[in-house]
Nanobody, 121 residues
Framework: QVHLVESGGRTVQTGDSLRLSCAIS????????TGWFRQAPGMEREFVAA????????FYSAFVSDRFIISRDEVKDTMYLQMNSLRPEDTAIYYC??????????????WGQGTQVTVSS
């Protein structure tokens, strides 16, 4: 069984930086893709970024616009999302995800419980 535990979400101000972490346990080679999604109040869950666990393939959503960086630490079994130049529209619950692919919500096989990020203006 795969378990995902996010951490790092909090309230910050516009322009601040924040790093989210996702501790992953139970993942196997049949689930090579990991990523981040987010869901704002009243909105659908949307893709943010994804990384293959071998680190060779990365994808970002267009709205990231070079502000976010996804990475993973194979030794710690932890995935990260470094978010810079945060904007109020980045306010959402951020979820980590694992699957064979994770660019669509329908691809995701395992979800974390989410961590709240609030950006005040």
């Amino acid at each position: 069984q795969v378990h995902l535990v996010e951490s790092g979400g909090r309230t910050v101000q516009t322009g601040d930086s924040l790093r989210l972490s996702c501790a992953i346990s139970g993942r196997t080679a049949t689930l090579p893709a990991t990523g981040w999604f987010r869901q704002a109040p009243g909105m659908e869950r949307e893709f943010v970024a994804a990384i293959a666990w071998d680190g060779e393939t990365l994808f970002y959503s267009a709205f990231v616009s070079d502000r976010f960086i996804i990475s993973r630490d194979e030794v710690k079994d932890t995935m990260y999302l470094q978010m810079n130049s945060l904007r109020p529209e980045d306010t959402a619950i951020y979820y980590c995800a694992v699957g064979r692919r994770v660019t669509l919500t329908t691809d995701v096989e395992y979800w974390g419980q989410g961590t709240q990020v609030t950006v005040s203006s």
